[in-house]
Structures are given as C-alpha cells and as structure tokens.
C-alpha cells in the first residue's frame, strides 16, 4: 500500500520525492513527462508513473489505492490541474495539501518591466511592437503567439526536448533555429548568452520563482537591456512551502 499520492513534475516535487524515499514512507509520485520519470529513478519508497490523468482517472486510482494523503506540488500555473485534484480528493474524502512556491522579490516596476496577466494579453501587448521575442512560457500556449504579424520570424521559443514537444512546435510553425529545446532552470550566463544570440529586445516569462530559474531571467534581461514582460501568478492561491511541507510530512503517521 502507498500512503502517500504526489504530484510532482516540479522542483519541489522532486525534492519531496526524496524527502519522502529518506523518510521510507511508501509514495506514488504521478509526473506529466516520461523526463520527468527519469528523474525520480532509483528511489526505493517511490513508484513513479508519468501518465497524464483526468479528474476521473485521479478520483478511480484513488479509490483504488486508497492514499491517506495527496500532495500537490504542481506547478504554480497549472490551475487545471491542481482544480482536478482538489476535486478527486473532495469525491473521494482524502486529505488535500497544496505546495506552493515563495514568490520572488525581483518584480521591481520599471520603463523596461511589463506586468500582464495572461499569455493572451501578453500577445495583445506584442502586437504594437517590432523586434525579436524570447519567449519562455512553457510549450502548451506557444499558439497564442502565432496571432503575432511574422511571428516565425520574431519569435524564438525555449521549449523542453520531448519528442512530442518539438512535433507540437514544428506544426505552428515555430521551427530551425527559432526553436532551442532545453531543460532549465538556466543560469544568468547562459540567458544572457541566449538573449544576445537570438537579437531578442523582449524576454517572456512567468512569474516562476526562485527553483524556476525567474531571478536568473530577469538578470540576464537586465544586462541585455532586453524588456522583460513578466505573466503573473493565479492569485489567491493557499497552501505550504516547501519547508512547510516537509513539516507537514514529519508530523504524519501511517501504519507500515
């Protein structure tokens, strides 16, 4: 039996990963990628499955399990996500805990710092300017920025290498050397290093925190004398940080 149900594909949900393997507490940790399988191999107290799963699939292993506990340590914008399975475990009555990440305090306002709430408004805002866009908003909302005039040329989009990820580009037709597929988070040396190589005069990010590399982006942006539109966080949103967290964790108990 598994006690514990994670969420992870997030720093934070690796280092629980590990936290919970040290603890020796039976874990079952659900990632969306099979790459981030891979980096939780080798842990004695956790089975990883990378299968993406729908509020029903979640409420149906839960049931199935029977997890005392489920972990939240989603990424801080994946609102579908963490809204199906705040939902499974109402359904099913299980205990419900949301990891969430400490926001940095980097957001200073400034002639060269855009404040926006969506993709799409990012879009709407890029729409009256001219110049190369870096963009580094994840892979899943890259067709907002088709809506761009020329976009394959201006846009330069720094997506994760999976297979599925560089098909998914290279049919909205942001491909060659407008695609650069990595694995972050990235140091300033090397944002700077990609800003410069890409003629980029505007960076796009999310608000992602300190373990998602955000400071080192806005750094680099800064030296680069780049414009850095920055997509802030869901608001509202309650849980525990990581340390929190593994407070939490240390005061649980299960029967072995």
């Known amino acids: 039996m598994k006690h514990i149900l994670l969420f992870a594909g997030t720093t934070e949900g690796r280092i629980l990963a590990e936290y919970l393997n040290t603890l020796k507490i039976a874990t079952h940790a ?23 799963l729908t509020a029903d699939d979640m409420i149906a292993l839960i049931n199935r399990e029977t997890y005392s506990v489920v972990i939240d340590a989603t990424h801080p ?9 705040q939902a499974a475990c ?17 957001l200073i306002n400034s002639k060269h710092t855009v404040f926006v709430d969506s993709v799409e408004e990012a879009v709407t ?26 976009f394959e040329n201006r846009v330069y989009a720094r997506t994760l290498s ?6 998914e580009c290279y049919e909205l037709g942001i491909q060659g050397k407008h695609l ?11 944002n700077y290093a990609m800003l410069l ?4 005069k505007y960076l796009v990010t999310k608000e992602s925190g300190l373990p998602g590399g ?11 004398g780049v414009t850095c539109i920055i997509i802030g966080r869901p608001k509202d949103v309650k849980g525990y940080t990581l340390d929190e967290m593994k407070d939490v964790i240390d005061g649980l108990s299960f029967d072995h």
């Open 214 to 224: 955000f400071a080192e982006k806005i750094d680099a942006a800064k030296q680069a």
């Open 125 to 150: 805002y890029l729409k009256k300017t001219s110049g190369n866009i870096f963009v580094t908003t994840g892979s899943k909302e890259l067709y907002a920025y088709t809506q761009l005039p020329d």
């Open 77 to 85: 914008y994946a609102t579908i996500v963490s809204t199906n399975i």
């Open 30 to 52: 659900c990632v969306a990628t099979e790459y981030g399988e891979q980096l939780l191999l080798n842990l004695e107290y956790v089975e990883t499955t990378s299968t993406r």
């Open 180 to 190: 650069l597929c990595m694995q972050g988070p990235f140091s300033l040396e090397l």
């Open 162 to 167: 999976s297979p599925n990820v560089v098909k």
């Open 197 to 200: 190589h890409t003629d980029a």
């Open 90 to 106: 109402q359904a099913t009555n299980t205990t419900y805990y949301r990891v969430i990440r400490e926001s940095s305090e980097l």
